[in-house]
């Protein structure tokens, strides 16, 4: 009986292994743009007179989102944003890592304003 379940943790493990490689199709299913998380937080640091804000976008997500749009209306920074991490439509949405996948690794960057703007993901599609 214990070497049942010693037997079965050990498949458990390796089909983990074999699902991070996207092997099983259907895996990425599970994943939608409530998986995108979005964190703003004050650096404490200012920038001509205005509070600087760090956001951090990270995907939950087994698989990359490609095409990640923020909602971000009204966006403005003193403080130079890399156009590869940050594009503003000049509207409503911010387009994040110029479109290109984020993976687990979160993806950051600092803008400076009088307040922070109330950064949520719009739309993003799921890669596998
Ligand atoms: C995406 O942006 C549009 C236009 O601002 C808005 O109507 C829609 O509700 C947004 N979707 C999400 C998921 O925030």
Do not use: H
Not at 107 to 112: D, G, N, P, Q, S
């Amino acid at each position: 009986m214990a070497a049942t379940i010693k037997n079965i943790s050990i498949f458990l493990f390796f089909l983990g292994f074999i699902s991070q490689g996207n092997v099983f199709p259907g895996y990425c299913e599970t994943c939608s743009l409530k998986d995108l998380y979005v964190k703003t937080s004050k650096t404490g640091v200012t920038i001509q007179g205005k509070p600087e804000w760090l956001v951090t976008v990270t995907n939950n997500c087994q698989c990359g989102q490609t095409q990640v749009i923020l909602n971000c209306r009204g966006y403005k920074t003193v403080e130079p944003v890399d156009p590869n991490i940050l594009t503003y439509s000049g509207t409503d949405y911010c387009l994040i890592n110029n479109g290109k996948p984020i993976y687990k690794q979160p993806i950051t960057f600092k803008y400076a304003w009088d307040t922070a703007f109330s950064m949520s993901p719009n739309s993003s599609q799921i890669t596998c």
